[in-house]
């Protein structure tokens, strides 16, 4: 196991790094001056140059790009080009908004799916199986902000049960919070439910046609009991991988929803910092998003590797 | 060993599928609105009139009229074509470029070679697609060809991934081994051997990859990447409804419903080729 | 002490619920949420150009030796009186006294020398340096007077104080402004929630007339479907520059709101590269102008709100001449100048910013253009693509801006302008006005100036932006016209 850990412990830097030099490249491509952004239509070329020269965009490439990663690795992630305040400072400030949200998603997408998928496998072809696969393919099939627009039309402006979007901050009360963050979770959790819930019952038929499945069901033991005992345990693991790269893409995902929901999140945050053509904030939260996601896949696998020994082996 | 899909009785399982029907007649339709929009629409989508505007579905205007006056159901014709195209090119370039990889990477298993293709492709997928699809756009611009640049890109890995996994375990079959001992190189195995026997997985994920690069697409349209007006595309027109959905639903409504009946038809029809190509599905799953 | 513990907790249930009930009800609402469509980079008026800066600290937070009134007309702030020397030359300004910085510290005449030389210092990083280029020096007389020397006569110059970019601010604190703003203002910064809102507070120390509300702030909605259900669900009190004009027929039917209309300063036009053959031709650019149908855009996209402009001044404005004729809508005459100037199947691009007076109304006019025979190649872009394509490299063929500054019309005299004009004998013009200071003579310049830009067919005018926002109804004092970037909270007030 620990050879196993430590390669994949050399994989993961290497990704890392290699994700690194990627995105600091990719940055540089992009064309449009921060300086000249920020001056605005009538200002002064000279007073351009100055805030070009305090801004530090003059230095060499390599220069900036070593102090940049150098910077990471002591949590550093630089100053913003536009609001001049630590990028960490604007990131925490957004975690605290994207982070909850992901997790309430992924909550009711768990909550969703799970009990439809299951129902759909033990009961294959019946009419409650076929309503599970119809919603499902439709859920797929709706476009999450075209859902989000009809949830804010039905629920908070007509109905007014919620508040049209926008975060009254966590100080203002756990409860008002998570009543922001509802109809933005339910527009991001629609498709990913439905994923979740193929997944599952598609995951769990395998398992159920499995050999083992027809010793317990010899041995005595009732469907549902086969179902809890043997079954769900060894479909889960597809499932979390799912879940897992769910967990990345909802959390940097929800870019469309974030704005039509005004959540101040990690998201908006670099959308809008892609327009402003402040690419140190866009840098940060880009290869702060890859590097979850990579550590995410990591520990997944390492999870699948604990709980497989075969996978341990040399690749194949 | 996946049946022969050219065979009669494969013709009679496929019309008995009723996912695959539905699918298929859902996904034609909307081929075949765009094929006709090359020949006739009801009204040319481009022409303004703003007199007109934002009246409700009607005789003479089947799906109403936009906030210029354009008639929406030309305006969705159009529109498909615009969806279909670059889903099309994206998926093709997924394929094009993507198979040929994961073919290399399963012949040359364990070698630098194969890790490298297989980091590169871990490094797209942890990619958050949407920022870059947006970045690309800084770049070089927003448009149908840049949106579809953009959406190929994240259709490398896909086929990556799966051509390379499915060619391992053909590797170590008979038939290869048999050609191996004859003397052909790697590359001519993975054409001519490898690649026919993974064909009809590649025809199930690409029917996913364009209902999901359909739905990519109009997510790139909606915020503005998409294609530039007055090509009219599914994803602006909803963007352009927002603000007017409470005066004009129906701005709204025949987008979103052609987009989801669509991406459905497209879903349906590789869940039911997937289950087609399955012998073990065919005993009645 | 109650005999009866049961009573006396009674009591104070019953006190507490009184309490509770009726305090609400009793006091008026002090505090209010106004809507803003974009966040500004920071909180330094005098440091960057972004008019959202302005938009959350002019009047509120900092304040300048003079301001705008709601009409547009300049009045005192800082300054208490000034007299101007015969020759034009120098400003005596005569300063309030017991004035306080939001930190506590004391305003007076050396913190106006400090400002105006820091603004018009080499590495100033003011966005309109141009407004102090005639100061030719800043001398302190005593701590409540201070005067201004000029280097040429300036008409305008009290006018260009009155600008955010020329307020007031502390030696002290003055490198700390893009974060934590510290003024002189009625209101003193409290917090930048960055991304969703600012926060600011009564101050209590204000030298000037109480403001009616203890507590303001403004929420960044960029989303037209987010304000307009965020002013449906009462999270928002007003949104002053309201994106949606659509919704605003639905505003009006509802009595909780009211709708404001109002004018701005920005003059919307149709820009031309006039160094780009073939609109390096009059012709051309006036068959152009010809060819567009003003009301269709007001009507198609700001639905109604907007006035026709046939040059670039303000309607609202005295001084301004109605040259809308000149540029009627005759895509006959269009199609005849296009072939004199011996011109066919030409092909145009349209490079449009994300507001979406430019997005609406470039779909509208390029159908329009279309008519005439001209194609058009629309290219949506962002405001830092357009600063860069269109504005510095003039890597365009036509663009949809409105330029929002207030009499801001000597933009054509400047040489490498986005559109490349610089025509010697409007800059004459402009040259003129400079040195003109009596009101007649200032008039009659205005005019010529507005006549020869219209003659020349420089760019397509097409309409001054509406200043539409919505508000609750009982919410009162809102500026109608925006004579500057601004939400002037000071007069704000809520009616019982």
């Given at each position: 196991m620990t050879a196993y850990l430590l390669r994949r412990l050399i994989s993961l830097s290497l990704s890392l790094v290699a994700a690194s030099l990627v995105i600091f490249l990719v940055m540089e491509v992009v064309p449009g001056d921060p300086a000249s952004f920020m001056m605005g239509l009538n200002a002064d070329p000279a007073a351009v140059a100055a805030l070009r020269s305090q801004l530090g965009l003059d230095e060499p490439l390599p220069l900036r790009y070593i102090g940049w990663v150098t910077g990471l690795l002591q949590g550093d992630f630089g100053t913003s080009y536009t609001y001049r305040v630590p990028v960490s400072e604007l990131i925490a400030e957004r975690v605290v908004i994207s982070l909850p949200l992901t997790l309430y998603a992924l909550a009711l997408s768990t909550l969703i799916a799970f009990p439809a998928g299951i129902l759909a496998a033990s009961r294959r072809n019946s009419a409650a199986d076929l309503s599970v696969m119809g919603a499902t393919q439709l859920g797929v099939a709706i476009p999450n902000f075209w859902f989000a627009m009809i949830l804010v039309l039905v629920f908070a402006v007509n109905l007014r049960w919620f508040s049209a979007g926008g975060f009254p901050g966590w100080e203002a009360g756990f409860l008002p919070a998570m009543q922001a963050l509802t109809l933005p979770a339910i527009a991001l959790a629609l498709p990913q439910a439905s994923i979740l819930a193929r997944v599952m019952r598609s995951s769990l038929i395998d398992t159920l046609d499995e050999d083992f499945m027809r010793t317990a069901r010899a041995k005595g033991l009732s469907r549902g009991q086969a179902l809890r005992r043997h079954a769900l345990r060894n479909a889960l693991i597809p499932v979390l991988t799912i879940i897992g790269l769910q967990f990345s893409f909802l959390l940097a995902g929800g870019i469309i929803i974030e704005n039509v929901f005004y959540l101040p999140g990690l998201g908006r945050l670099a959308f809008q910092a892609i327009t402003q053509r402040d690419l140190i904030v866009v840098r940060s939260v880009v290869i702060l998003l890859v590097f979850a996601v990579i550590v995410v896949t990591f520990l997944v696998d390492l999870a699948y590797a604990a709980a497989d020994p075969r996978l341990r082996r040399r690749r194949s | 060993m996946s049946a022969d899909p050219s065979s009669r009785s494969f013709l009679r399982a496929a019309l008995s599928h009723p996912a695959f029907v539905i699918g298929i007649g859902l996904s034609a339709l909307f081929v075949a609105l765009a094929l006709v929009s090359f020949l006739w629409t009801p009204f040319d989508p481009t022409k303004l009139d703003i007199a007109g505007k934002l009246k409700g579905p009607s005789p003479e205007h089947w799906f109403g009229t936009d906030h210029f006056g354009r008639d929406m159901f030309s305006m969705i014709m159009v529109g498909a074509r615009v969806s279909i195209a670059v889903a099309f090119v994206a998926v093709g370039i997924g394929m094009i470029v993507g198979v040929p990889l994961g073919l290399y990477a399963a012949a040359r298993r364990g070698s630098l070679i194969d890790e490298i293709i297989m980091r590169g492709n871990d490094l797209v997928f942890a990619f958050p697609s949407l920022l870059l699809a947006i970045m690309i756009t800084a770049v070089f611009g927003p448009g149908a060809v840049n949106a579809i640049i953009a959406i190929g890109i994240f259709?490398?890995?896909?086929?990556?991934?799966?051509?390379?996994?499915?060619?391992?375990?053909?590797?170590?079959?008979?038939?290869?081994?048999?050609?191996?001992?004859?003397?052909?190189?790697?590359?001519?195995?993975?054409?001519?051997?490898?690649?026919?026997?993974?064909?009809?997985?590649?025809?199930?994920?690409?029917?996913?990859?364009?209902?999901?690069?359909?739905?990519?697409?109009?997510?790139?349209?909606?915020?503005?990447?998409?294609?530039?007006?007055?090509?009219?595309?599914?994803?602006?027109?909803?963007?352009?409804?927002?603000?007017?959905?409470?005066?004009?639903?129906?701005?709204?409504?025949?987008?979103?419903?052609?987009?989801?009946?669509?991406?459905?038809?497209?879903?349906?029809?590789?869940?039911?080729?997937?289950?087609?190509?399955?012998?073990?599905?065919?005993?009645?799953? | 002490m109650t005999k009866n513990p049961i009573t006396a907790a009674a009591v104070s249930i019953l006190a507490l619920g009184l309490a509770l009930g009726v305090t609400p009800a009793m006091a008026a609402k002090m505090d209010a949420t106004i809507g803003m469509q974009l966040e500004p980079p920071n909180l330094d008026p005098t440091g960057g150009a972004a008019a959202a800066i302005d938009e959350v600290v002019y009047a509120n937070v900092f304040e300048g030796l003079t301001r705008f009134a709601a009409d547009g007309s300049i009045l005192p702030a800082l300054a208490e009186s000034w007299e101007i020397s015969e020759d034009g030359l120098s400003y005596t300004f005569k300063l309030h006294t017991g004035v306080k910085f939001h930190d506590g510290s004391d305003f007076n005449a050396d913190d106006v020398k400090f400002s105006l030389d820091r603004a018009r210092a080499d590495d100033s990083t003011n966005a309109q340096k141009a407004l102090f280029a005639d100061i030719a020096s800043v001398d302190v007389i005593d701590p409540a007077t201070v005067k201004v020397t000029l280097s040429k006569p300036n008409g305008s110059f009290l006018f260009n104080m009155a600008w955010g970019d020329a307020v007031i601010v502390a030696p002290e604190t003055a490198?700390?402004?893009?974060?934590?703003?510290?003024?002189?203002?009625?209101?003193?910064?409290?917090?930048?929630?960055?991304?969703?809102?600012?926060?600011?507070?009564?101050?209590?120390?204000?030298?000037?007339?109480?403001?009616?509300?203890?507590?303001?702030?403004?929420?960044?909605?960029?989303?037209?479907?987010?304000?307009?259900?965020?002013?449906?669900?009462?999270?928002?009190?007003?949104?002053?520059?309201?994106?949606?004009?659509?919704?605003?027929?639905?505003?009006?039917?509802?009595?909780?709101?009211?709708?404001?209309?109002?004018?701005s300063e920005g003059e919307t036009i149709l820009a031309m590269n006039n160094k780009k053959a073939p609109l390096d031709n009059v012709k051309v650019r006036e068959a152009i102008a010809h060819a567009i149908d003003r009301q269709a855009i007001i009507d198609g996209a700001m639905f109604g709100y907007g006035t026709p402009i046939g040059t670039h001044f303000a309607p609202h404005n005295p001084a301004y001449l109605d040259l809308t004729a000149q540029s009627a809508y005759d895509p006959e005459q269009s199609k005849a100048l296009l072939a004199e100037a011996g011109v066919s199947d030409l092909t145009l691009s349209l490079k449009l910013p994300p507001p979406s007076y430019a997005r609406r109304g470039g779909e509208i006019i390029a159908a329009q253009l279309r008519e005439v025979g001209i194609n058009v190649d629309i290219t949506n872009v962002e405001w830092a693509q357009w600063l860069d394509d269109v504005f510095k490299a003039k890597n365009f063929d036509l663009t949809i801006v409105s330029h929002t500054e207030p009499m801001d019309i000597g933009i054509y005299a400047r040489d490498d302008y986005y559109f490349q004009y610089g025509d010697a004998g409007f800059k004459a013009i402009m040259a003129d006005l400079d040195k003109a200071t009596d009101p007649a003579k200032r008039t009659e310049l205005m005019q010529a100036a507005q006549k020869k830009i219209a003659d020349d067919y420089v760019n397509a005018y097409l309409f001054q932006l509406a200043r539409t926002g919505v508000s609750n109804a009982k919410l009162k004092g809102i500026w109608p016209n925006s004579p500057t970037q601004a939400n002037d909270m000071t007069a704000v007030y809520w009616e019982d």
């Open positions: - | 259709n490398v890995p896909v086929f990556a991934r799966l051509a390379r996994g499915a060619a391992l375990s053909l590797w170590t079959r008979d038939f290869v081994l048999a050609a191996r001992v004859a003397g052909k190189n790697r590359a001519r195995i993975s054409a001519e051997h490898i690649l026919p026997n993974i064909a009809n997985l590649l025809v199930v994920q690409g029917t996913i990859q364009f209902s999901l690069a359909i739905l990519a697409e109009a997510a790139l349209a909606y915020v503005g990447l998409g294609a530039q007006p007055p090509l009219p595309s599914w994803g602006r027109m909803l963007a352009d409804a927002q603000t007017l959905i409470s005066l004009a639903p129906h701005m709204a409504l025949f987008p979103g419903f052609a987009i989801i009946v669509t991406v459905l038809g497209l879903n349906l029809m590789g869940d039911g080729l997937r289950d087609l190509f399955d012998p073990k599905l065919r005993r009645g799953r | 490198a700390d402004n893009a974060a934590k703003p510290v003024g002189t203002g009625p209101f003193s910064f409290t917090e930048w929630v960055k991304g969703d809102r600012v926060e600011l507070g009564r101050y209590a120390g204000y030298w000037g007339t109480p403001v009616k509300l203890d507590k303001v702030t403004f929420k960044f909605i960029s989303d037209p479907t987010a304000a307009f259900a965020a002013m449906m669900a009462g999270d928002l009190d007003a949104f002053p520059g309201y994106p949606a004009p659509e919704n605003l027929v639905q505003f009006e039917a509802d009595p909780r709101f009211k709708v404001i209309v109002g004018s």
